[in-house]
């Protein structure tokens, strides 16, 4: 049906869907009674030359008038409608990629071209976050093979854009993630940066944890750049650290990495393809990637960190990236804080060679720095660590990386919560061992990282000795609220912090 019997005026709903564009009509409009539109029910919308297609939310007193359609912010952005306009409704054709989606929940291999239909109808909405659910559960586990993990790769960087540097290598690095804390990156990048290389870095935001880098780095400096924006930075300063979804270099992987986020699971070639999508479309040319391995980290044992590594290796020489693995402890936290301020306070402590700051930051971050200087060409293997080290002391990282800040739009001091709440513990002895998984989980449950100044900071590692009645950690929060909901949590779980000996 066309023409004025599918058509409706548009008004902005104001309504943050985050990335899944949401249309809302009135359940008695005249669209809704002769399309058979239901509740959920998914809706192709044109206005002027441009389209979307969105998922339909039914209102059913009088909000909404019933000539109107309301677009979610989402949506709204991708029409783009001016004053008055009006948008013809219908249903859309069903995607592409539907037989495979189907042929991957059943069990069967997935060619390369299937893939790239998975892929082509995620970025142009064409598939709901019912069925992205089934794609990644069915992806799950051990359900993707190496051949399947690099036509999932390619075809998360053929619906993206892609940055060219010219001639000479781009280097770059990424962890696997699960170690609350763990923010060397920003370090890394002035460091290497300092050195004279070049390391354009796209990070994500948290998908599972308090905080991803791109959440602490934006603590610091802007970094939701645009590519233009991104490629002045490095011009000019060799390094950034800005947000990967803004510059669309993997645009599949920020809508999968939003599906994730609740399940709070991936797999190895998920994480393959999103992590080498990324590196392969910023240009890299030279990768370090750092695999933590503990008991409660994402890579559990060090079987387990092979078979990724190997994959990881196998993607990357498909893909013509050079690739390097560095496997590190990854049984308690890494630095002081967890959650975005807190962890960008970290970074600048160690940057300003503080005498307070964290040596395990500080040392891991060198060890990384160290490897990928190492891997650029030309570099004299093993000397490393020793230019890194150099490099940080004599202040070039701190410089380096104020200048990147500049370069993104300003630097800013790391901000602190108003709300800070002692955990005591409640027994004598030594820490035997510490559930990273729990402890990021009283970092969320504290607001992080929506609240940036949200977490925890927790100074006590593996070996300490500690009496009952010391504080174990402090929780930050913003609101009374979040602080008191975090101390909850934390108070039912003592073994957050496994005490061994003493009373």
Same mark, same amino acid.
């Given at each position: 049906?066309?023409?004025?019997?599918?058509?409706?005026?548009?008004?902005?709903?104001?309504?943050?869907?985050? $990335?899944?564009?949401?249309?809302?009509?009135?359940?008695?409009?005249? /669209?809704?009674?002769?399309?058979?539109?239901?509740?959920? =029910?998914? /809706?192709?919308?044109?206005?002027?030359?441009?389209?979307?297609?969105?998922?339909?939310?039914?209102?059913?007193? @009088?909000?909404?008038?019933?000539?109107?359609?309301? !677009?979610?912010?989402?949506?709204?952005?991708?029409?783009?409608?001016?004053? @008055?306009?009006?948008?013809?409704?219908?249903?859309? %054709?069903?995607?592409?990629?539907?037989?495979?989606? +189907?042929?991957?929940?059943?069990?069967?291999?997935?060619?390369?071209?299937?893939? !790239?239909?998975?892929?082509?109808?995620?970025?142009?909405?064409?598939?709901? @976050?019912?069925?992205? =659910?089934?794609?990644?559960?069915?992806?799950?586990?051990?359900?993707?093979?190496?051949?399947? =993990?690099?036509?999932?790769?390619?075809?998360?960087?053929? /619906?993206?854009?892609?940055?060219?540097?010219?001639?000479?290598?781009?280097?770059?690095?990424?962890?696997?993630?699960?170690?609350?804390?763990? +923010?060397?990156?920003?370090?890394?990048?002035?460091?290497?940066?300092?050195?004279?290389?070049?390391?354009?870095?796209?990070?994500?935001?948290?998908?599972?944890?308090?905080?991803?880098?791109?959440?602490? *780095?934006?603590?610091?400096?802007?970094?939701?750049? @645009?590519?233009?924006?991104?490629?002045?930075?490095?011009?000019?300063?060799?390094?950034?650290?800005?947000?990967?979804?803004?510059?669309?270099?993997?645009?599949?992987?920020?809508?999968?990495?939003?599906? %994730?986020?609740?399940?709070?699971?991936?797999?190895?070639?998920?994480?393959?393809?999103?992590?080498?999508?990324?590196?392969?479309?910023?240009?890299?040319?030279?990768?370090?990637?750092?695999?933590?391995?503990?008991?409660?980290?994402?890579?559990?044992?060090?079987?387990?960190?092979?078979?990724?590594?190997?994959?990881?290796? #196998?993607?990357?020489?498909?893909?013509?990236?050079?690739?390097?693995?560095?496997? =590190?402890?990854?049984?308690?936290?890494?630095?002081?804080?967890?959650?975005?301020?807190?962890?960008?306070?970290?970074?600048?402590?160690?940057?300003?060679?503080?005498?307070?700051?964290?040596?395990?930051?500080?040392?891991?971050?060198?060890?990384? #720095?160290?490897?990928?200087?190492?891997?650029?060409?030309?570099?004299?293997?093993?000397?490393?660590? /020793?230019?890194?080290?150099?490099?940080?002391?004599?202040?070039?990282? !701190?410089?380096?990386?104020?200048?990147?800040?500049?370069?993104?739009?300003?630097?800013?001091?790391?901000? *602190?919560?108003?709300?800070?709440?002692?955990?005591? #513990?409640?027994?004598?002895?030594?820490?035997?061992?510490?559930?990273?998984?729990? !402890?990021?989980?009283?970092?969320?449950?504290?607001?992080?990282?929506?609240?940036?100044?949200?977490?925890?900071?927790? &100074?006590? &590692?593996?070996?300490?000795?500690?009496?009952?009645?010391?504080?174990?950690?402090?929780?930050?929060? +913003?609101?009374?609220?979040?602080?008191?909901?975090?101390?909850?949590?934390?108070?039912?779980?003592?073994?957050?912090?496994?005490?061994?000996?003493? $009373?």
């Amino acid at each position: 049906m066309s023409g004025d019997h599918s058509q409706l005026r548009l008004v902005r709903a104001g309504i943050d869907t985050y $990335q899944q564009p949401v249309v809302y009509m009135h359940r008695d409009c005249h /669209v809704c009674r002769s399309e058979g539109f239901t509740a959920l =029910t998914r /809706v192709l919308a044109r206005s002027g030359d441009r389209e979307v297609v969105a998922t339909l939310n039914v209102v059913v007193d @009088d909000h909404l008038e019933l000539d109107v359609a309301a !677009l979610s912010e989402a949506a709204w952005t991708i029409l783009q409608p001016g004053p @008055d306009a009006v948008a013809v409704f219908s249903h859309p %054709e069903p995607p592409v990629s539907a037989p495979a989606l +189907r042929a991957k929940v059943f069990g069967r291999r997935l060619r390369e071209a299937d893939f !790239l239909a998975l892929m082509r109808d995620t970025v142009d909405n064409r598939l709901s @976050d019912i069925e992205l =659910t089934a794609f990644i559960t069915a992806c799950a586990g051990e359900r993707l093979d190496n051949e399947e =993990t690099t036509a999932l790769t390619k075809a998360m960087l053929a /619906v993206g854009e892609r940055i060219d540097w010219g001639s000479g290598a781009v280097l770059d690095k990424h962890c696997v993630g699960g170690l609350p804390g763990n +923010r060397t990156t920003p370090i890394i990048v002035a460091i290497v940066a300092a050195a004279g290389h070049r390391i354009p870095k796209t990070s994500s935001r948290a998908i599972t944890s308090p905080a991803g880098t791109a959440d602490a *780095m934006e603590v610091m400096a802007p970094v939701a750049l @645009d590519l233009e924006a991104m490629r002045s930075v490095v011009e000019r300063e060799g390094g950034c650290i800005v947000w990967g979804g803004n510059v669309r270099l993997s645009p599949a992987d920020d809508i999968l990495i939003r599906i %994730e986020r609740p399940l709070d699971f991936d797999s190895d070639g998920q994480l393959v393809a999103s992590v080498l999508s990324k590196k392969a479309a910023a240009g890299s040319t030279h990768v370090v990637i750092d695999i933590p391995i503990g008991p409660t980290a994402k890579v559990r044992s060090s079987s387990a960190a092979a078979l990724l590594e190997a994959r990881l290796l #196998a993607t990357a020489q498909a893909l013509g990236l050079n690739l390097s693995v560095v496997r =590190t402890d990854g049984h308690q936290p890494v630095g002081y804080g967890i959650g975005p301020a807190l962890e960008a306070r970290d970074v600048l402590s160690v940057l300003r060679n503080d005498a307070a700051a964290p040596g395990d930051l500080r040392s891991r971050a060198l060890d990384l #720095a160290g490897a990928l200087l190492d891997a650029a060409p030309g570099a004299v293997p093993g000397k490393g660590r /020793v230019l890194a080290c150099t490099l940080l002391d004599d202040g070039a990282a !701190l410089r380096k990386f104020v200048a990147i800040c500049e370069a993104q739009g300003g630097f800013t001091e790391p901000g *602190m919560a108003p709300h800070i709440r002692p955990v005591f #513990a409640n027994r004598t002895g030594q820490i035997h061992q510490i559930d990273n998984r729990r !402890l990021a989980k009283v970092a969320k449950l504290a607001g992080a990282p929506g609240s940036a100044v949200a977490g925890l900071d927790s &100074r006590l &590692r593996i070996g300490d000795s500690i009496k009952i009645g010391e504080p174990l950690f402090h929780v930050h929060a +913003r609101s009374p609220g979040e602080l008191e909901y975090a101390f909850e949590y934390a108070s039912a779980h003592p073994d957050i912090f496994e005490i061994g000996g003493g $009373q």
